[in-house]
């Protein structure tokens, strides 16, 4: 490939840089079902297969390259052209046959990092995010800061990376896990959690192998019996070392956190920059609450409450209506008759109070016969 192809508008080679697109279908039916080793291999090709295989690409990785340049970027605009110049950059490294020995994916997030350390030092500084520009700034390492895993995770072979980096921190589903490694979903099912452990004991390795007390190496076997899974085994011999043995500590620590949580101890471990942000940032938004729906009642219930609330209202009614007219003269009580009980629904009944004492009839009423 030419240093002087320059990449389209979408992220990809413009067409006359790779010339023209015949054959292109054919290639491009082989991109679709290849892994990402195979894609790597087929940037290296004639223009109409490279071309194919620089899509598939982008399809794969391409939304999550933007997701962590909105990390590092200042702007949505800025994270745009950063994600195109990393994807260009990828595949002229990749035709070159530079090859970081890396899950693809990762290579990429790598590279987005390595990338925005040049911008820091030109004039699109003003593209990158404070935080991260400060940390560069403060960086005396020239690619930036290191991702304090990365050695370890460079000693394992390319199948446990790819379980690690696909399987563990990124969740792919293992249909997708398995397309991008070339293997199978049985392969992934069953290799992901004997990968993870790889990756423990080659960080146990690494860590012990920096620390300048020559008898840290002799308590691996015990830290590693001692942060197992099920049934850890405590030693006194080993917690009176870690009292005084800051860097066993921390060993034994990182142990812990990829056991007890491994995205999280993955991403802050193998990103330069904002791990925990970028599993964030690639699980789906939470679904809006649904507004709260004030409750009814049934339709036949609500006939039957308004109309024991209409029986009750006319009761005090119904009471004066029913009860008797008296003349001035003064009767006993219990001369007077009693009506029957009157129901006024179904759900209320009203039953008349005594009768009062006698009192002065109105002027208008007839007097009773007797």
């Known amino acids: 490939m030419a240093e002087g192809d320059q990449p389209g508008t979408d992220g990809a080679y413009e067409t006359g840089a790779y010339g023209t697109q015949a054959g292109g279908a054919a290639a491009g039916g082989e991109c679709a079902d290849a892994p990402d080793d195979r894609l790597t291999e087929l940037l290296h090709s004639p223009a109409a297969t490279a071309y194919p295989a620089l899509q598939e690409l982008r399809r794969r990785h391409h939304p ?29 490294e990749a035709a070159r046959g530079v090859d970081p020995a890396l899950p693809l994916r990762h290579r990429l997030l790598l590279l987005t990092v390595r990338l925005a350390v040049d ?8 593209g990158l995010d404070p935080a991260l520009l400060l940390v560069l700034n403060t960086s005396d390492l020239p690619d930036g800061p290191a991702p304090p895993l990365l050695p370890a995770f460079r000693s394992l072979p390319s199948r446990t990376q790819g379980l690690i980096w696909y399987g563990v921190l990124e969740q792919e589903p293992q249909e997708r896990t398995a397309a991008f490694l070339g293997l199978s979903r049985a392969d992934v099912a069953h290799g992901t959690p004997q990968a993870l452990e790889a990756f423990a004991q080659a960080c146990l390795r690494e860590s012990l ?24 085994r405590r030693s006194a011999d080993l917690d009176a070392h870690l009292a005084r043995c800051p860097h066993c500590t921390a060993a034994s620590e990182e142990l812990r956190a990829l056991r007890d949580t491994p ?24 679904a809006p609450a649904r507004p709260a729906v004030p409750a009814t009642w049934p339709p036949r219930r609500r006939v039957l409450l308004a109309t024991a609330a209409l029986g009750v209202a006319l009761t005090p009614l119904l009471v004066l209506l029913l009860t008797p007219a008296h003349t001035g003269r ?24 005594p009768s009062p004492s006698p009192t002065r009839p109105p002027s208008n009423s007839p007097s009773p016969r007797w």
Not at 72 to 91: D, K, N, P, Q
Request: aromatic letters at 4%; charged letters at 25%.
């Open 64 to 92: 999550a390259v933007l997701s962590y340049a909105r990390l590092c970027a200042a702007s949505e605009s800025a994270a745009r052209r950063l994600a195109t110049e990393v994807v260009t950059t990828a595949a002229r």
């Open 119 to 126: 911008w820091a030092r030109d004039e699109r500084t003003a």
């Open 209 to 232: 192998a920096a620390s300048d007390d020559p008898r840290c190496a002799d308590f691996r076997r015990l830290i590693e019996e001692a942060v197992r899974p099920r049934g850890p």
């Open 263 to 286: 995205r999280q101890a993955l991403a802050e471990g193998l990103l330069p920059w904002g791990g925990t942000a970028y599993l964030r940032a690639a699980e789906p938004p939470a």
């Open 330 to 353: 003064r009767q006993p009580a219990a001369a007077t008759p009693t009506p029957p009980p009157v129901t006024v629904t179904a759900t209320v009944s009203v039953t008349p109070s």
